[in-house]
C-alpha cells in the first residue's frame, strides 16, 4: 500500500493536504511533514485546515505554512491527500473546493468511510504521524529535525503521551527512533502542557467546577457555552482538552463534554472512555465516529438541553448494560 501510494503521489505535481476541522496534535503533524518530505521530492504542495490554529500548537515548525479556506478557494490541484479525516466534511469547507482530482485517503480511525481513490486505512496505527513516518522513510527522505519533531508531537498527542492503549511497543521503537534524530522530549510535553493561557486554565477551572456525574461516578459530563468562551476570550479551538480532566476521576468509565459549536449551530461532543465502552460504537449512534476510547459527533436542530438530556440517558443505557 505504501509504494503505491508513494509512486501516485510522484505521478501529480500541484498537491493539497487536507486536515481535518479543530485540528489536533497528529493531524497538524500529519499535514506538515508529509508536505515537508513531498516538496522535498520537488513537488508544489500545499496544506490547508479550515480552523484557527490551536494557541498550544502556534510554535511547531512550519506551522505558518498551514493555509486556511481563501487559499484553497483560488487554486487547482491535481491530487489532493486527506490526513487523520474519516469523512469528507471532516474538512470543513475545504471539501467543497475538491473536484476533478485524485483523492489519497490516509488515516487510522476506525470511522472512516474510505472516500478516496486510494486509501490507506490501518487501525493498529497509534496515529497517522506514524504513518507519515514510514512513508516518509520509503521514500528515502533525509529525516531532520524539523520533521522529526513533527512526526514525535503527532505521535505524542494522539496516544496522550505515551499513556492510552494504542501505545504499543512500535509506538516506542518508533519514538526512540525520532529520540535519535535529535528530538527533545521534554520539549515537546512542555509546549504541550505548558503553554496554556491564564484565560484557559480559568475557564477550566470555571467549567470543571460545574462537571456533574451520575450512576454513582461512572460518567461525567462538562458543558461549555459560546457565552463563557466569550467572557473568557476564548475560541472553540482552544478548549480541546478539556474531557480528559473529567475521564481522570477514578471512577468515571465515560467522560463527555458538550461544547457549543458555532459552526452548523450544533453541539459537539467529545467523548471518553477508559475500559470498556466502546466510544466510536457510542458516538455513531449520534451519526459521529473516532476511536474505541476517543471519538465525538455534532448533533444539530436542539438546544443544549435536549442535547444532555438525551444523549446522557443514552450512555446511561449503555452503561447499565454493559
Ligand atoms: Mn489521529
Known sequence: ?????????????NIAILGHVKPDGDCLSSILSLKLALSYKGKRVRCFVDSKIPHIFQAI???NEVEGLSGIRTSRFDLFIYLDTPVRDRTGELDKYVKDATIINIDHHESNTKFGDINWVDTSYSSVA??????????????????????????????????????TDRVFEKAAELVRYGVKPQEVASMVFERNTIPYIRLLGSVLSNAQFALGGRIGWIIITQEALKEYGLEEEDVNHMVEYVRSVEDVEMAISFLEA???????????????????KFAAHFGGGGHPRAAGCMIQGKNMQEVVKETISYAKEVLKNS
Not at 4 to 10: A, F, T, V
Not at 133 to 162: H, P, Q, S, W
Not at 268 to 275: D, E, G, M, N, P
Open 61 to 63: 515548525p512550519h506551522i
Open 262 to 280: 458555532k459552526r452548523n449551530k450544533g453541539i459537539k461532543l467529545s467523548i471518553r472512555t477508559k475500559r470498556y465502552i466502546d466510544a466510536n
Open 1 to 13: 500500500m505504501q509504494d503505491k501510494i508513494i509512486s501516485e503521489m510522484m505521478k501529480y505535481r
Open 130 to 167: 506514524e504513518m507519515i513516518f514510514e512513508l516518509v522513510k520509503k521514500m528515502g527522505i533525509r529525516i531532520n529535525r524539523d520533521m522529526a519533531f513533527l512526526i514525535y508531537l503527532g505521535i505524542a498527542t494522539d496516544t496522550g503521551f505515551f499513556r492510552y492503549s494504542n501505545t
